[in-house]
C-alpha cells in the first residue's frame, strides 16, 4: 500500500513565522503535489513536482515555496505565515500518466 | 475560470437509491478524468477514472460516463450506501479539481 505521510495532523503558528510541512511517500513515485483545500473553494494546486529538484507554479503559488531534494520527500514552505493561508494542506504523490493520486491524510495549519 | 465545474455544492439521496454527481469540463484536450471521495479530516482517496477515448468506465457500485460533446461527466453510485456520504471531487487530467459536492445519504 502506498502511503503518503504529512509530519503534522494539525499546526498553529504566529503571522510571520517560516512554517515547514514536510510529506514523504513510500512507493517511488515521480510526481508529487502540494494543494489547499478551504469551504467553498476546493482543492487548489500550490505546487508541483514531476522529479527531483523540479518544481512548477499551480494556481496559487504566491507566498509558497516548495523543495524537492529527495525523490520521496516534497517540502512546503511558507517563507511568512499570514491568517488568510489559514486551511487544510494536503500532499499527494502519484505515478506518471493516468493513475489517480494518493494523498496524504491533511495537515490543518492555523495562523494567528 | 474555472475549466472543471461540479455545480452542486451538495445533494441528498435516499439509501438504496442512485446518486449522480455531475461535472463539466472547458478544455476539449483534456486526456482523462478522475473521481475523488473525500471524508472530513482525511486526505481523498482515488476512486475511478474514465480516459477521453472511452464514454463508459464501471467498478462494483460506481459507474463513470463521459458525454464529450456536451464536455460532461458523471459519477453514478447505485445502490447508494451509508458510507458514500462524502464529498467528491472530479479531477481533469490529475491537476485540475472541482470545488467538490458533499453528498449526504438519508436513511
Known amino acids: 500500500d502506498v502511503k503518503v505521510t504529512q509530519s503534522s495532523r494539525y499546526l498553529v503558528k504566529r503571522t510571520g513565522e517560516k512554517v515547514f510541512l514536510e510529506c514523504v511517500q513510500d512507493?517511488?513515485?515521480?510526481?508529487m503535489f502540494w494543494y489547499r483545500q478551504d469551504p467553498g473553494l476546493g482543492l487548489r494546486l500550490i505546487y508541483f513536482?514531476?522529479?527531483?529538484?523540479?518544481?512548477e507554479k499551480g494556481d496559487i503559488p504566491e507566498g509558497y515555496s516548495v523543495s524537492r531534494e529527495k525523490k520521496e520527500r516534497f517540502s512546503l514552505i511558507l517563507e511568512s505565515a499570514s491568517t488568510n493561508q489559514t486551511s487544510m494542506y494536503l500532499c499527494?504523490?502519484?505515478?506518471?500518466?493516468?493513475?489517480?493520486?494518493?494523498f496524504g491524510s491533511g495537515t490543518r495549519l492555523t495562523v494567528v | 475560470d474555472q475549466q472543471v465545474k461540479q455545480n452542486s455544492p451538495s445533494l441528498s439521496v435516499q439509501e438504496g437509491r442512485i446518486s449522480i454527481l455531475n461535472c463539466d469540463y472547458t478544455?476539449?484536450?483534456?486526456?482523462?478524468f478522475l473521481w475523488y471521495k473525500k471524508y472530513p479530516a482525511e486526505g481523498p482517496t482515488f476512486l475511478i477514472s474514465?480516459?477521453?477515448?472511452?464514454d463508459k468506465n464501471e467498478d462494483g457500485r460506481f459507474t463513470v460516463f463521459l458525454n464529450k460533446s456536451a464536455k460532461h461527466l458523471s459519477l453514478h453510485i447505485v445502490p447508494s450506501q451509508p458510507g458514500d456520504s462524502a464529498v467528491y471531487f472530479c479531477?481533469?487530467?490529475?491537476?485540475?479539481f472541482g470545488k467538490g459536492t458533499r453528498l449526504h445519504i438519508l436513511p
Open positions: 499527494a504523490s502519484s505515478l506518471a500518466g493516468a493513475s489517480g493520486y494518493t
Open positions: 512507493m517511488d513515485h515521480e510526481n
Open positions: 513536482s514531476y522529479d527531483v529538484k523540479m518544481k
Open positions: 478544455n476539449s484536450m483534456f486526456d482523462y
Open positions: 474514465i480516459s477521453s477515448i472511452k
Open positions: 479531477a481533469a487530467s490529475k491537476i485540475i
